[in-house]
Every structure is written in C-alpha cells, then in structure tokens.
C-alpha cells in the first residue's frame, strides 16, 4: 500500500475552520484517498473518501490535489467533538477491504 | 450502518493465560477485521476473518498465537494465547459496510496482561 505523511499534531480553534493535510507522493491511479478518524477511547470512524474529485459530506470535505499528490481534511467549523486522531489512508480500488493505518494525526480544538 | 459490540470491553490476565474476545454485529457481513492498537499507536491488522474460510493474518501474526473463529455471517471471535505482557492492548473488530468503501469499527476490548 502507498504511504501517506500527515503533521503529528495540529491545533484549531471552536467554531473556526480547520484543513487537516495528508501528502501522498506515491499514490497510484487507482487508490482512494479515505479519512478515518478516532475520537478518545472509541474505535475509528469513517469520515471520507475519494479519487480525483472533491467530496463533501455532512461531517467534511475533501479537496484533492489535481495531481492527486496531496489531499485536505476540511472541517468547516471545528467542535471540541471533533477533537481526535484523524488518518489518511490509501486503498486500492477494487482491492482488499482491509485499512492500513499509519500514525494518523492529532487534533485539538480549543475552546 | 452496522452496530458492533465487543466482549469483554476490557480484562486484566495473567501471563501464560489466554483470552476470547467476541465481535458481535448486528447484520450479516461478509469480511469482519481485528486489529492491534497498542498503547499510543495506531491500529495494526491481526487479520481478515471471512466465514468458511480461514482467516488470513498479516505478517508477523500467526494463527498459533491469535487463533480466530468466524462461524457464522454475525460474530467472529480472537482468543490471544499464552498472553505475555506486550499483548497489553486495544483490540478491535471491524467490518466492512454494504458499500465496501466504508468500515465500521467496534469499542474495542482493552487488555491488559499482568
């Protein structure tokens, strides 16, 4: 599976917008680009995915670089529920159904 | 969606023992998961558990040490074996939902091995 790289850590602010950014150099034309996130103590959930368009949902948005080398998490206004470790993870179309997590990305929201 | 619930949620053993854990959900799905999240990392996968078959591990996990049962289309379960004290972990089940790109995951099962 390709890799992705995401900061360690970022910090938002209640109520503001906040992009979380996911580099993957290395992506093939047939991976999805899926966001998973996981809030304190709770299995993971899923957030969002895509392939080459942007995506909105109603938890988040997705902006794909157009050379798919990169992708943001969009949250439009941050909650202190969003507060978790968000993962960027690639997953070949039409391959396993099986995640490959890496080290994910922690976010905290400031009241 | 699929609602999944894991038992026990949490135990403490002792080393040599061995622990089943239960995934439970609440349809029927073809391929369920379980993973490793040990303490402040990220998730690592045991194997993929499909129903009349045997489950598919991952390098560096063998069947002798994780042993899973998936009997029917609902409920798989992992015994971990001969536990020391690095199987201190978040287990956890998951499956794929109906429209493949999504996976639902359970609470997990916090273990700790004394």
């Known amino acids: 599976d390709a890799k992705t790289t995401q900061p360690n850590s970022m910090e938002s602010n209640e109520e503001e917008p906040v992009h979380l950014p996911c580099n993957h150099s290395t992506i093939s034309g047939t991976d999805y680009i899926h966001w998973y996130r996981q809030l304190p103590s709770q299995g993971p959930e899923y957030v969002i995915h895509g392939l080459t368009s942007n995506v909105n949902n109603r938890m988040a948005s997705l902006a794909i670089a157009e050379d798919r080398k990169s992708s943001t998490l969009i949250l439009h206004r941050a909650t202190l529920r969003d507060a978790a470790v968000y993962y960027c993870i690639l997953r070949l179309q039409g391959g396993s159904e099986k995640l490959v997590f890496g080290k994910g990305m922690k976010l905290t929201v400031n009241p | 969606s699929a609602v999944i619930s894991q038992k026990p949620s949490r135990d403490i053993c002792q080393r040599g023992t061995s622990l089943t854990i239960q995934c439970q959900v609440d349809?029927?799905?073809?391929?369920m998961f379980w993973y490793r999240q040990q303490p402040g990392q990220s998730l690592t996968l045991i194997a993929t558990?499909?129903?009349?078959?045997?489950?598919?591990?991952e390098s560096g996990f063998v069947i002798d040490k994780f042993p899973i049962s998936r009997p029917n289309l609902t409920f798989s379960t992992l015994t971990v074996s001969n536990m020391s004290p690095e199987d201190s972990s978040i287990y956890l089940c998951?499956?794929?939902?109906?429209?493949?790109?999504?996976?639902?995951f359970g609470p997990g099962t916090r273990l700790t091995v004394t």
């Open positions: 349809s029927q799905v073809t391929m």
């Open positions: 558990a499909n129903q009349g078959s045997e489950a598919t591990y």
């Open positions: 998951s499956v794929a939902g109906r429209q493949l790109y999504e996976q639902y």
